[in-house]
């Protein structure tokens, strides 16, 4: 949806005539005063699911390690104040939030939009931990009411934009709240996610009311709110109930990468991290995720180590496996994840595994693995839960097992990847190439020029909590 900025031009006229009745005169009585809901919602799920996607397959892929850029990667040498064809989230959150408030607003104000405050407030919830998770402190609670509130809001604590009232667990549970409250009868349109279905929305929310809260878990006890989520039942437990929206093969909706021309997409090749792994655990997902390299012999994959210098050492195309036809020829099998059945089943088992949750924390996990599996339209082989993927495997932890199938299935999901390796340190990363962050993998991005330029006096406070906005200071859930 396009967004029409409009631009008044005031005069200082001395006569009072000129301005009489002005407005009156003015208005045109055909054009809308205020985007219906409806569209609106539809507007932010679609482009924040789009985009966020596009940024997973360009920039949290890299940091990742599931794959690895031959040219213009200065960002996945770890110099991330550097976006090329990716890697610049801050826009991405901040505009969607600010559309997203005007829902919420709308839903509260006006009895007729009352069915969108649920799904306004989950969603605001979801984009936030998304924004504090991977800059640390931020602006949030002074934020996104454009004319109506300040331009230069304060930087927020991620502690209390996680803890606070309206924070991300508080929206959560009023979201839920919310929906449960609702007994009109006006649907929710614009529904993209769960075309108007209010139940799953509440398993949305408390599948990520579970994420949320084994993120924070290092930091604050988590283990009763966890326990009474998972005794209740009422979370994402099938691929059926994921909230995803589906890309398709042809324009608007089709997966960027495939309309961009194809030297851009072919700049993304499988990552030696990514190719070792699936490898040693004879994963047949590497077919789904990568083609075999043109130079192949046979069905053989071959990754590149993150983070060339593509100045002084040259690669061919053809020696490197490219992403596999679902990223471009037939993206109508993608998807723009919110949340998942498989992630859930993760994070339970996770939760299991730390003593969180009574549940059986292997249980769970192979329950994950298959969902994961079917999510990406793969055959789970017969004995892959027998061998080095077993949750008891030889020279494994239980939670290593949980994190890396996790990080399989996360590819393109945002920076999801990235931000469960800084959390748990699963999978073991490789050092980079030729790394500009003085060797070391970032634990945070960081704030973006705009963020300076726009609002510098904040800015100034967050810089200095950052250490000069490094990329090496960690977010307050990961100290």
Not at 359 to 383: D, I, K, M, R, S
Not at 449 to 454: D, I, P, Q, R, S
């Amino acid at each position: 949806m396009k967004k029409i900025i409009y631009t008044i031009a005031i005069f200082a006229i001395t006569l009072a005539s000129c301005t009489k009745d002005f407005e009156e005169i003015n208005t045109n009585p055909n054009a809308p005063v205020a985007v219906q809901p409806s569209l609106l919602l539809r507007q932010v799920i679609y482009d924040f699911g789009e985009q966020m996607s596009y940024e997973g397959f360009v920039a949290g892929d890299l940091l990742a390690q599931h794959r690895t850029a031959l040219d213009f990667n200065l960002f996945d040498r770890h110099d991330l104040k550097s976006p090329q064809l990716g890697g610049n989230p801050w826009p991405i959150f901040y505009t969607n939030l600010r559309d997203n408030e005007i829902i919420l607003k709308q839903s509260q104000q006006t009895p007729a939009f009352a069915v969108y405050e649920g799904p306004a407030l989950i969603l605001k919830a979801f984009m936030a931990a998304g924004l504090t998770d991977l800059f640390g402190d931020v602006p949030y609670f002074e934020a996104f009411n454009g004319v109506e509130g300040t331009v230069t809001p304060k930087y927020n604590l991620q502690e209390d934009i996680y803890q606070n009232e309206n924070g991300i667990l508080d929206n959560l549970d009023k979201g839920i709240a919310a929906i449960n409250a609702y007994t009109g009868s006006i649907p929710l349109e614009g529904d993209i996610l769960y075309n108007g279905n209010l139940n799953n929305w509440v398993q949305f929310a408390n599948s990520l009311k579970i994420k949320y809260l084994i993120r924070i878990s290092g930091k604050v006890d988590v283990a009763a709110q966890l326990q009474t989520i998972f005794d209740e039942g009422n979370y994402i437990t099938t691929n059926n109930e994921n909230a995803v929206f589906d890309f398709t093969n042809s324009e608007p909706n089709s997966f960027r990468l495939a309309q961009l021309r194809i030297g851009d997409f072919n700049n993304f090749v499988l990552s030696e991290t990514m190719e070792e792994i699936l490898i040693d655990l004879n994963d047949t997902r590497i077919s789904t995720f990568f083609r075999p390299f043109a130079n192949a012999n046979s069905r053989e994959f071959n990754g590149l180590l993150n983070g060339i210098d593509a100045s002084s050492t040259t690669v061919a195309l053809a020696d490197f496996s490219l992403a596999g036809t679902a990223f471009r020829e037939d993206t109508s099998s993608l998807d723009a994840n919110f949340m998942t059945a498989w992630e859930t089943s993760f994070l339970l088992a996770e939760a299991a595994e730390k003593g969180f949750i009574t549940g059986n924390g292997e249980t769970l996990y192979n329950l994950g693995v298959t969902q994961a599996f079917a999510y990406w339209n793969t055959t789970l082989p017969a004995g892959y839960l027998l061998g080095k993927a077993n949750f008891n495997a030889i020279g494994k932890t239980p939670l290593e097992q949980i994190i890396t199938q996790k990080w399989i299935a996360s590819i393109i999901n945002s920076y999801e990847g990235w931000v469960e390796f800084r959390r748990t340190g699963f999978p073991e990363l490789k050092n980079i190439s030729a790394s500009l962050n003085n060797g070391l993998i970032p634990v945070r991005m960081p704030y973006p020029a705009e963020a300076a330029t726009l609002n510098q006096e904040n800015y100034k406070v967050a810089e200095s909590a950052t250490n000069g906005n490094s990329l090496d200071v960690k977010v307050w859930w990961n100290e």
